[in-house]
């Protein structure tokens, strides 16, 4: 088994930060892509940010020069830092990866998601 475990949302002002953690587990041979999503009632999921196993991160354009995407292999960790959050940034944020577990099989995981919520 394998599991995403995220950390980190709440209730923060206008023009503050938050950091979100999402922590893989379980029957682990390697990581691929790790990142993040977030969703709004009424409309569809969408990425938010994305760090591959190697390569270029990207970020979607709305968070671009305010979020920043990190790993910590070591620790099968990806983080999300938010800074000058907006009420738009209101969300529940989920993590993903894909996941090759012990038998070899990548799939794809999904966190439970974590609110995060901007207050003007």
């Known amino acids: 088994q394998v599991q995403l475990v995220e950390s980190g949302g709440g209730l923060v002002q206008v023009g503050g930060s938050l950091r979100l953690s999402c922590l893989a587990s379980g029957s682990i041979r390697s990581i691929n892509a790790m990142g993040w999503y977030r969703q709004v009632p009424g409309k569809q999921r969408e990425l938010v940010a994305v760090?591959?196993?190697?390569?270029?991160?990207n970020y979607a354009d709305s968070v671009k020069g305010r979020f920043t995407i990190s790993r910590d292999n070591a620790r099968n960790t990806v983080y999300l830092q938010m800074n000058s959050l907006k009420p738009e940034d209101t969300a529940v944020y989920y993590c993903?990866?894909?996941?090759?577990?012990?038998?070899?099989?990548?799939?794809?995981?999904w966190g439970q998601g974590t609110q995060v919520t901007v207050s003007s």
């Open positions: 760090a591959p196993s190697g390569g270029s991160k």
């Open positions: 993903n990866s894909a996941i090759r577990n012990t038998y070899g099989i990548v799939n794809n995981y």
